[in-house]
């Protein structure tokens, strides 16, 4: 087994690894990052961006990690292709082992290994992926203006989505399993009484139809019920709300995460409670999960590294 030591090591290459990478190698760092299961994120899987600042006409998803990808890059962050599949945070420098069994220990880490959005399973949401099907309605909700959509989800966040998403769309249908909403008494009430939803409790989406793109889903009222009901209901929108799974799990043993699995930070800070480790992005942002708050927060660590080797007298 191969051993090297790097100053920054960046684990994850969304929006919050490259930021990161772009600003510790304008500071000198040296910053050595890998790209991780899904080279540049969940953005690579998403058709227009619109909302990111700096691209008026709008952007693909893949081009605009391209773009911070070539950019982190140019000021000499080494950008590899592999996962890191182990950590050892008990002490300084901190160790890493990536899945072609390298060891790399560490002065300082960020982890910007972003949250993976649920899902059904079922194949439709592969197929249609980009074409209809979406896990962020902030991201994507304004294509669907004037037009008709799903949410499937029953919590706070389904409950959010689906108001947003009324905002934009004239008709919203919230697909629930169970006869009742998980939300809190405040959004349950939004939720009923807004004209545009439609809750449809009692109900699993078991599919989606459509020639160029999603045109309606499959449901089940009352699976396995003696009286179900199997129906289509015309859709131009999909839209998952069952919630994210950050990417967390390696670090769990050193570093403190909520019940779901979101790194907890200090307060306004990328600070860990691990000196000289960062977390950045969705990894520790159950809120907002937006390309631009992630880039932010990226931005954020890498000071944070400067300045913490700065004050150790590592640089």
Not at 215 to 227: L, T
Not at 256 to 270: F, V
Request: net charge negative; proline share 5%.
């Amino acid at each position: 087994m191969t051993t090297e030591h790097v100053k920054c090591l960046i684990i994850g290459s969304g929006p919050a690894g490259y930021t990161a990478a772009i600003y510790a190698g304008r500071a000198n760092i040296a910053p050595v990052l890998y790209e991780g299961i899904q080279p540049g994120g969940q953005l690579t899987i998403t058709t227009e961006v619109e909302n990111f600042p700096g691209y008026p006409e709008g952007v693909t998803g893949p081009v605009l990690m391209d773009d911070l990808r070539r950019q982190a890059a140019r000021f000499g962050a080494d950008i590899r292709s592999g996962i890191i599949v182990k950590a050892d945070l008990s002490q300084a420098p901190y160790h890493f082992w990536t899945d072609d069994e390298k060891e790399i220990t560490a002065d300082t880490a960020i982890i910007a290994t972003g949250a993976t959005a649920k899902y059904l399973g079922l194949e439709d949401e592969k197929k249609y992926a980009g074409m209809g099907v979406s896990a962020c309605a902030t991201c994507d909700g304004f294509f669907y203006r004037k037009k008709t959509v799903a949410v499937v989800g029953g919590g706070d966040t389904a409950c959010e989505e689906a108001i947003y998403l009324a905002g934009l769309a004239k008709q919203v249908y919230l697909v629930v399993r169970k006869p009742y909403l998980r939300a809190s008494k405040i959004m349950q009430e939004r939720v009923l009484n807004h004209p545009n939803i439609q809750v449809l409790f009692e109900h699993n989406a078991i599919g989606l139809y459509g020639e160029n793109g999603v045109e309606g889903m499959h449901v089940v009222k009352r699976m396995g019920e003696p009286d179900e009901e199997r129906y289509d209901v015309p859709i131009d929108g999909f839209f998952l709300a069952i919630g994210h799974k950050p990417n967390s799990d390696i670090f769990k043993p050193w570093i403190k995460t909520d019940e779901t699995g979101y790194i907890l930070t200090e307060a306004g800070t990328p600070r860990t409670g691990v000196p000289g480790v960062f977390a950045a992005g969705d990894v520790a942002d159950p809120h907002y999960r937006q390309a631009i708050t992630a880039a932010g927060s990226g931005c954020k660590a890498a000071i944070e590294t400067e300045r913490y080797l700065s004050t150790n007298g590592l640089l």
